[in-house]
């Protein structure tokens, strides 16, 4: 048995690999409406396409620099804002001996006068501890402002309670001070100078609270809005 001869194809139905390959070039050339760098299906669109400039995707060094530095001032303020916890405690713990206290053998008598040695260690603490809350003070401030960053949450009140204890840091040895040319002298420390202790605990509790705002380890803060 013979079998039939497979059919020719005519020319309107060549389906040849090339003559599909013939057709698309025609059917691109004929479409002067297609923008060349329109993106293809199946391709991402870049930087360009999205409508970013050139400019715009660069880096901007300024701003890095200014947020490296920022980092390196806030990195040196919290070492030392720590590191002034100690004398700052000691100041506190040793201040009992600086003070003069009754006579209970005669009560109506003249207080004891503290000694000369507890008087100056809990000077040179408290001056220890003024001094390193100033450099802990300076590179807060130092460090460079970023446009339109502000402060909120823990962050915020941490630098609330600056308001608190940086007056106190300043008032607590002048007050102290006072006392002690009051006690020098063979008075009963009297007006504001019998502030001094008020002050000194209020100042602690604020450098407390400011330092428990942003390192406290559970991340416990109530304060902040989820």
């Known amino acids: 048995m013979e079998l039939p001869d497979a059919p020719i194809p005519t020319d309107g139905q060549n389906t040849t690999p090339q003559s599909q390959n013939q057709s698309q070039s025609q059917t691109q050339t004929q479409n002067p409406n297609q923008k060349p760098n329109q993106p293809q299906p199946g391709n991402a669109p870049t930087l360009g396409d999205l409508g970013f400039t050139p400019q715009q995707t660069l880096a901007n060094a300024d701003l890095q620099r ?23 405690c000691a100041t506190v713990i ?13 009560p109506t008598g003249p207080p ?17 501890t003024a001094v390193l809350y100033g450099f802990t003070a300076y590179y807060a401030i130092a460090a460079p402002r970023i446009p339109g960053v502000k ?24 007050l102290g001070g006072m006392a002690l040319s009051q006690e020098n ?36 803060k109530f304060w902040e809005k989820r």
């Open 66 to 88: 200014k947020l490296n530095q920022r980092t390196h001032d806030l990195k040196v303020h919290q070492t030392l804002g720590l590191v002034t916890v100690v004398p700052l």
């Open 112 to 128: 004891i006068a503290p000694s000369s040695g507890a008087v100056d260690l809990h000077a040179a603490l408290g001056a220890g």
């Open 185 to 220: 002298n063979g008075q009963k420390v009297h007006g504001i100078a019998s502030a001094h202790s008020y002050v000194a605990w209020t100042t602690v509790g604020a450098y407390g609270a400011s330092i428990i705002a942003v390192s406290w380890p559970l991340h416990l």
């Open 151 to 174: 402060p909120k949450g823990a962050i915020k009140l941490h630098r609330d309670l600056v308001w608190i204890h940086a007056p106190g840091m300043i008032l607590t040895p002048i």
């Open 94 to 106: 040793v201040a009992g001996g600086a003070k003069a206290k009754r006579n209970r053998a005669d």
